[in-house]
């Protein structure tokens, strides 16, 4: 099974930064990793598919990355819709896994 | 609208079971993939099952928790997937998601229902 591991594992951050969430695979996923939003009481959202694909309707300051097994979502200007918990997915080999989730705190 | 609405949740004691259903509307049920992601209280992500287009043969994966007590089906003529969960266990307890999953074979999750609880407890 691969493990996703998301760091940090809160993130206390004021509207406007920048945030910059990560997960890294214990073996290689190639593209196949997507990041979700979560808000309390809500389903998850798909924001970023295949690495570095925003889904429709997604903001452009929503990016991801990718670096070998190292995978990064960046949030360039914090909203304050944005403070949520974000997953990432891997869907490259079965079973299909998530990180622990990352928990993006107003400070 | 893309739906995806979750039904059949409930309490129900350990060692029995439920069925759970997906009715999915907006979009052409029977070309995609559907899976199943559960979340127990205060608790991660975690995929349960999936269930190929039936073009692409229509079977199924299983999460090892629950292989051999979950089995997942669809009717696509009634654009619904079924979660059967038998021989339930107090771990079994979550938020249980319908998602709508990758289209010509694929798996990613792209959209998700607002999800139906399950409470295993004596």
């Known amino acids: 099974e691969i493990v996703l591991t998301q760091s940090p594992a809160t993130l206390s951050l004021s509207p406007g930064e920048r945030a910059t969430l990560s997960c890294r695979a214990s073996?290689?996923?190639?593209?196949?990793l997507a990041w979700y939003q979560q808000k309390p009481g809500q389903a998850p959202r798909l924001l970023i598919y295949?690495?570095?694909n925003r889904a429709t309707g997604i903001p452009a300051r929503f990016s991801g990355s990718a670096s070998g097994t190292d995978f990064t979502l960046t949030i360039s200007s914090l909203e304050s819709e944005d403070f949520a918990v974000y997953y990432c997915q891997q869907h490259s080999r079965w079973p299909i896994t998530f990180g622990q989730g990352t928990r993006l705190e107003i400070k | 609208e893309l739906q995806l609405v979750e039904s059949g949740g409930g309490l129900v004691q350990p060692g029995r079971s439920l069925r759970l259903s997906c009715t999915a509307s907006g979009f052409t049920f029977g070309d995609y993939a559907v899976s199943w992601v559960r979340q127990a209280p205060g608790k991660g992500l975690e995929w349960v099952s999936f269930?190929?287009?039936?073009?692409?043969?229509?079977?199924?994966e299983y999460a090892a928790s629950v292989s051999g007590r979950f089995t997942m089906s669809r009717d696509d003529s009634k654009s619904i997937a079924y979660l059967q969960m038998n021989s339930l266990e107090t771990e079994d307890t979550a938020v249980y998601y319908c998602?709508?999953?990758?289209?010509?074979?694929?798996?990613?999750?792209?959209?998700w229902g607002q999800g139906t609880l399950v409470t295993v407890s004596s």
């Open positions: 295949d690495a570095s």
């Open positions: 998602t709508r999953s990758g289209k010509n074979g694929g798996n990613m999750i792209d959209y």
């Open positions: 269930i190929r287009s039936i073009p692409y043969g229509g079977t199924t």
């Open positions: 073996q290689s996923v190639s593209i196949y």
